[in-house]
């Protein structure tokens, strides 16, 4: 760590400041503690968006810090906080102008409540994601919206058991990867020579690597 | 320099993830936020290494340095979710308020400007190469501790560190905005 020549120390401090001054705008652990427990207990989540910033960008972060606040503390007891913490805080943002919602691009609030209303839980949404070639927001999404549209899932609410096997062999295969010294850029020339997305190209990759093959990287 | 471990309260359902929230997530969170430049991102990214490093957590207690494997799976989900995840950057504030601000606050204004600059420099960085100087100068890791984070060697570690530093030597004085 002090290997910089003395003339980067003044460099090397501007980094760190500009780093520390972003630190302002991390999350309330707690409001993220209860959406974890909420995921956990098969509860919805909706994620909430951080306004926190400086300078000018304080109007908003405060009114919305005491409101996170007031959620957090309620938030173990209550059954689904979020929603309505979203709902204030979409609310708040666009009264001061912000385009801005608490859902993520392309994923409907109508689509999350049929979803998590209809009792899938967090291991659902792992095996349809997996069996779409989907992450997990578009999994919700697309579950969430034929369950509008009237139709089923082919994977039924609490149908996938937790056992964690299949997450186990793929976090295998992900570890594999990355201690075989391969990179973010040879992650990326594989999805690119396998039309596969990330995930699914490092599982893939570090089943091969387990497996003593030689990945076809040049 | 280090973000140390946070010790804040929060609400308990079981002993594994009580022991995982109490201890790391703080932490984890501060080390996303700078790593991605983005609270809700910080925030989903943690929530989902959190649940599966719940499942996992028995093995991952045995290890040596808990600390440094899960901050490895906050930055292998950021380096290869990054393309796939549409951040929408929220900046009511545009740069004449930010301006402005400057004008009625001297020094201190000067110093936001001046970080905004450099966190804007630090943001077009190759991804590994910023990951490198927020484990370094955010996180206060050892360039071992940092090779252990991202699964290659010191020496490794130390070439995008001084590949990083270089680019933002020559990148920065040519946009420097003024001199204190």
């Known amino acids: ?218 | 320099m280090t973000a140390g471990v946070d010790s804040t309260p929060v609400p308990v359902v079981e002993p594994e993830l009580d022991h995982l929230v109490r201890v790391h997530l703080a932490g984890l969170l501060r080390y996303a936020t700078v790593l991605t430049g983005d609270g809700h991102t910080a925030a989903d990214l943690v929530q989902e290494v959190l649940l599966r490093a719940h499942v996992r957590w028995n093995r991952i207690a045995l290890m040596a340095r808990p600390d440094l494997y899960l901050r490895r799976m906050v930055t292998n989900e950021h380096l290869s979710w990054r393309r796939r995840w549409h951040v929408r950057t929220i900046r009511p504030a545009a740069d004449e308020v930010l301006a402005a601000h400057a004008d009625s606050h001297g020094d201190h204004a000067h110093g936001v400007v001046e970080e905004d600059a450099m966190w804007r420099h630090l943001e077009a960085l190759p991804p590994r190469q910023r990951t490198v100087l927020v484990l370094r100068y955010y996180e206060g890791l050892s360039d071992a501790e940092i090779s252990e984070v991202l699964g290659t060697s010191p020496a490794t570690v130390r070439s995008h560190a001084s590949r990083a530093l270089a680019t933002l030597r020559d990148t920065d004085l040519t946009t420097r905005t003024e001199q204190r």
């Not at chain 1, 979409?90 to 009264?95: D, I, L, R, Y």
């Open chain 1, 1 to 218: 760590m002090s290997t910089n020549r003395p003339h980067d120390d003044e460099l090397v401090a501007r980094i760190t400041r500009a780093l520390h001054s972003r630190d302002a705008d991390q999350p309330d652990p707690a409001v993220v503690a209860a959406r974890i427990q909420a995921e956990l207990a098969h509860v919805p989540d909706v994620p909430v968006r951080v306004l926190a910033r400086r300078g000018g960008r304080l109007v908003a972060a405060g009114v919305l810090t005491s409101t996170l606040a007031v959620a957090g503390a309620g938030a173990a007891a209550a059954a689904n906080p979020y929603s309505d913490v979203a709902r204030v805080v979409e609310g708040v943002a666009q009264s001061v102008g912000l385009e801005w919602s608490a859902m993520p691009d392309g994923y409907t609030r109508e689509q999350y409540e049929a979803f998590w209303g209809a009792g899938y839980t967090i291991d659902d949404v792992e095996a349809l994601a997996d069996l779409w070639h989907l992450d997990a927001t578009a999994t919700k999404a697309q579950a969430g919206q034929l369950l509008l549209d009237g139709q089923t899932p082919p994977v039924g609410p609490g149908a996938t058991a937790p056992d964690g096997t299949g997450s186990d062999q793929k976090q295998a295969a992900y570890d594999a990867f990355w201690e075989a010294g391969y990179t973010v850029e040879d992650l990326e020339t594989l999805a690119e020579l396998w039309g596969t997305d990330p995930m699914e190209t490092k599982a893939r990759a570090g089943q091969l690597v387990l497996d003593g093959e030689t990945l076809p990287l040049g």
